[in-house]
C-alpha cells in the first residue's frame, strides 16, 4: 500500500525559510511522479512542484526561483525547501504521487493529510 506522509509545516514571517519532508512508501516500481500542492480554503488544489521518475524538476511559476523540490538518493523522501516565503504562500501542503511520467498528465492516486504553512507579515 502506498502510504505518503508529510511534516515540517510551521509558522513564520514572511522572508523566511521552511523544509518539508515527505515520507512516501509502498510503491512496486520507480516509474510513479511525486511532488507537492498546496490549497487555501475556499480554492483548488494548486501545483507548486513535482519530480519524475527521469528526476526532472518542474516549478510553477510562483514558486520557481524560491522553492527547491529535491528527493533523497533512495527515493523514499521528498523534500521542498522554501525560500523567501511570502504571505501568498499561506497554505495547507500536500505531498501527492501518481503511477507514470508526469503528475499533471492525470489524476494524483496518492495524497497526504497535508502539513499546514503559514507565513505571516
Known amino acids: 500500500e502506498v502510504q505518503v506522509v508529510e511534516s515540517g509545516g510551521g509558522s513564520i514571517q514572511a522572508g523566511g525559510s521552511l523544509r518539508l519532508t515527505c515520507a512516501a512508501s509502498?510503491?512496486?516500481?520507480?516509474?510513479?511522479?511525486i511532488g507537492w500542492w498546496r490549497q487555501v480554503p475556499g480554492k483548488e488544489r494548486e501545483w507548486v512542484a513535482y519530480?519524475?521518475?527521469?528526476?526532472?524538476?518542474r516549478y510553477a511559476a510562483s514558486v520557481r526561483g524560491r522553492f527547491t523540490a529535491d528527493r533523497d538518493s533512495a527515493k523514499r523522501s521528498l523534500f521542498l525547501q522554501m525560500n523567501s516565503l511570502k504571505t501568498e504562500d499561506t497554505a495547507t501542503y500536500y505531498c501527492?504521487?501518481?503511477?507514470?511520467?508526469?503528475?499533471?498528465?492525470?489524476?494524483?492516486?496518492?495524497w497526504g493529510q497535508g502539513t499546514p504553512v503559514t507565513v505571516s507579515s
Open positions: 501527492g504521487a501518481r503511477g507514470g511520467w508526469d503528475c499533471l498528465s492525470g489524476r494524483i492516486q496518492w
Open positions: 509502498g510503491f512496486s516500481s520507480s516509474n510513479y511522479c
Open positions: 519530480i519524475r521518475p527521469d528526476d526532472f524538476t
